[in-house]
């Protein structure tokens, strides 16, 4: 069961748009990571947010995380082709354990032309 | 500093044959992962390692087992591969905080395997 979705699934836009990524769930969790991944590599975290409501901001791209701690956005201003690749939201379960079980959104593969 | 380091980067297997997917950390990290990547699922979780000497299921174990072998090193075996088991496969490491919550995954850059 996919716990979360992540809208839209493609974006192709040319240099200097901006454009928001959606991350849905039903679901509550503690904190919501996201990653990029490019080509053959594997994902590299950009950004953790914890708290109901907290907005981080990352150079041109601004995160946020849902009141209800259910849904986070990843808004990039004048996007340039260097933003290019897959974008994966990951959300964290309230877990005291020593290891986390991140379940990873569907991901949002984008493309910036010029 | 190699950071995580996955071998190999390309198999291709018929059906029914075994590999081993190997994968070693030189962060000195506690929980190590393994996890496939299909087309629009996003990356599932198949086994985990919270600490070396432990291993536990994740999302989707069946067909696979795995093994730490110690702290730096945690292996990934297909006793006999099926086509369903075509993906790229990823190892990661967390930071190992005690409270997981908000660790910090770093991944290798992945194995494609193609069975046919």
């Known amino acids: 069961t996919q716990l979360l979705e992540q809208s839209p699934q493609f974006l192709s836009i040319q240099e200097g748009e901006n454009l928001t990524v959606y991350c849905n769930s039903s679901s509550v969790f503690s904190s919501l990571q996201w990653y990029r991944q490019e080509p053959g590599e594997g994902p590299v975290l950009l950004v953790t947010?914890?708290?109901?409501?907290e907005v981080k901001k990352l150079k041109r791209l601004t995160f946020q995380f849902g009141d209800a701690r259910k849904d986070s956005s990843l808004h990039i201003t004048a996007a340039q082709p260097g933003d290019t690749g897959l974008y994966l939201c990951?959300?964290?379960?309230?877990?005291?354990?020593?290891?986390?079980?991140?379940?990873f959104g569907t991901g949002t593969r984008l493309q910036v032309t010029l | 500093n190699a950071g995580v380091t996955q071998t190999p980067k390309f198999q291709v297997l018929k059906t029914g044959q075994s590999m081993t997917l190997q994968c070693a950390q030189d962060m000195n990290h506690n929980s190590m992962y393994w996890y496939r990547q299909d087309p629009g699922m996003g990356l599932r979780l198949i086994y985990y390692?919270?600490?070396?000497?432990?291993?536990d299921k994740g999302e989707v174990p069946n067909g696979y087992n795995v093994s730490r072998l110690n702290k730096r090193e945690f292996s990934l075996r297909l006793e006999s591969a099926a086509p369903s088991q075509t993906s790229v496969y990823f190892c990661?490491?967390?930071?190992?905080?005690?409270?997981?919550?908000?660790?910090?995954?770093?991944f290798g850059s992945g194995t494609q395997l193609s069975v046919l």
């Open positions: 990951a959300g964290a379960r309230a877990y005291t354990g020593t290891a986390s079980k991140l379940t």
């Open positions: 390692s919270a600490s070396e000497g432990t291993t």
């Open positions: 990661a490491t967390g930071g190992g905080l005690r409270l997981a919550t908000n660790e910090k995954l770093f």
């Open positions: 947010v914890v708290t109901g409501g």
